[in-house]
């Protein structure tokens, strides 16, 4: 059983920046890839950053240069840093692991959403 726990979303200013936080535990070996998707209202839901456990990351061309996802593996929590934000960043971010479970079995879990809202 593996757990999502997401935060750091809220409410700012268009250029403001924002850290979104998903902290996993359970029963995790280890984790062999994160990312974040979001969703805007009345709009399907977009890869916005992932990474793999080798290190490599891809991004959207709408955010890319202004965002960066990262990780702690001490802390087996991932990160978003969201600089330059736009009122078109506005949509709810939902973070994903995929992990390698303690017993040999590899599991795709997500968050529970956290909502970001940038105003002009």
């Known amino acids: 059983q593996v757990q999502l726990v997401e935060s750091g979303g809220g409410l700012v200013q268009a250029g403001g920046s924002l850290r979104l936080s998903c902290a996993a535990s359970g029963s995790i070996f280890r984790i062999n890839a994160m990312g974040w998707y979001r969703q805007a209202p009345g709009k399907q839901r977009e890869m916005v950053a992932t990474?793999?456990?080798?290190?490599?990351?891809d991004y959207a061309d709408s955010v890319k240069g202004r965002f960066t996802i990262s990780r702690d593996n001490t802390k087996n929590t991932m990160y978003l840093q969201m600089n330059s934000l736009k009122p078109e960043d506005t949509a709810v971010y939902y973070c994903y692991v995929r992990v390698l479970l303690l017993t040999g079995r590899e599991s795709t879990v997500w968050g529970q959403g956290t909502q970001v809202t940038v105003s002009s």
């Open positions: 990474g793999t456990s080798g290190g490599s990351t």
